[in-house]
């Protein structure tokens, strides 16, 4: 049977991931952890561990008191707040994986850590930006993420433990807020338009970037962990997409449901990052390993967000 810890659980992704995991495997079989006292409202019904992973012996406890096989690691700080921090988003992001990567050798069935498309850089090609290109990452998160990828690979190779990661794109969802990214504007903007309120976007019109709906990210996540493993055979991590779009094209789609709703844009320090990722992203190794498909388009993208927050919205 598998016992799943999910590290930094409360966060953007962690949520949906730990919900749509404890769906599947047992509400008993699926641990959240992270910082807070107690979990956020939507994962109180599950087993919850107060968790600081840099604290390697809270770690091993947790693992031997839960029977943990399996650890979902997604906690890092994202690339905005990494660069007001570098020392520490190093330490958090590196530290953390190798010692989740440790537990691989003897303690764990399987782990999970997600890389992202900052690892890419202003040398890589922008469109259709390939499985295996040129990485010249520019931000501290970059930098570790494109670190954590070699790390995964060394293990793996090393001493076989079977770890698995993918290249996230910008991740949009309803359920829980964002955490510091360069692609927050895409979730932002949704809750000031529901508001009617205007959206002063902290990115160019013209910013065009990789997305993804949260739903297809879960997915995508545990596609790859319950695929067989011999059909994972990229073990630094896997390119995913499903679609791109600019603040300007987001907009419009928006104001199909708002025709109020005005943007405006002042770019600030995130610019020089967003111009330095892909514009689009060439999956298709992750869609012929292990059969990857995306559900959302920006069109069904706007539709299920403005449907999901309209319902929950609470208006100051």
């Known amino acids: 049977m598998d016992k799943i810890l999910i590290i930094g659980a409360c966060g953007q992704l962690g949520t949906e991931l730990t919900l749509k995991l404890r769906d599947l495997k047992g509400q008993e079989n699926v641990i959240a952890s992270d910082l807070l006292?107690?979990?956020?409202?939507?994962?109180?019904d599950g087993p919850y561990e107060k968790l600081n992973i840099l604290n390697k012996e809270s770690f091993q406890i947790i693992l031997e008191e839960h029977g943990i096989n399996q650890v979902y690691h997604l906690a890092a700080i994202l690339s905005a707040k990494g660069e007001q921090n570098p020392h520490f988003a190093w330490q958090l992001n590196m530290?953390?994986?190798?010692?989740v990567l440790e537990a691989g050798k003897d303690k764990l069935n399987k782990i999970y850590w997600p890389s992202s498309i900052?690892?890419?850089g202003t040398d890589t090609p922008k469109i259709n930006t390939p499985q295996n290109t040129i990485m010249s990452p520019s931000t501290v998160y970059g930098i570790s993420k494109l670190a954590g990828e070699r790390w995964c690979e060394y293990y793996h190779q090393k001493y076989g433990v079977d770890v698995r990661s993918l290249r996230y794109p910008g991740l949009i969802g309803y359920k829980a807020l964002p955490g510091g990214g360069t692609t927050d504007y895409a979730v932002e903007i949704f809750h000031k338009?529901?508001?009617g309120e205007d959206y002063e976007c902290f990115l160019s019109e013209d910013s065009m970037l990789p997305m993804m709906y949260m739903d297809d990210a879960v997915k995508a996540t545990i596609d790859l962990m319950e695929a067989k493993q011999e059909n994972v055979?990229?073990?630094s991590s896997y390119n995913i997409a499903a679609m791109s779009f600019s603040p300007v094209e987001l907009a419009r789609e928006i104001q199909k449901h708002y025709p109020a709703f005005n943007i405006s844009y002042k770019s600030d320090f995130r610019q020089e990052i967003a111009d330095s990722w892909?514009?689009?992203i060439d999956d298709s190794a992750a869609r012929g390993d292990w059969g990857w498909q995306h559900s959302f388009d920006t069109k069904?993208?706007?539709?299920?967000m403005i449907r999901n927050l309209k319902?929950?919205?609470v208006f100051d």
């Open 37 to 44: 006292d107690d979990p956020v409202d939507l994962l109180k």
């Open 95 to 99: 530290e953390s994986l190798l010692t």
């Open 193 to 195: 338009a529901i508001a």
């Open 233 to 235: 055979k990229v073990r």
């Open 311 to 313: 319902d929950t919205f």
């Open 118 to 120: 900052a690892v890419f």
């Open 278 to 280: 892909p514009r689009s």
């Open 300 to 304: 069904e993208l706007v539709e299920v």
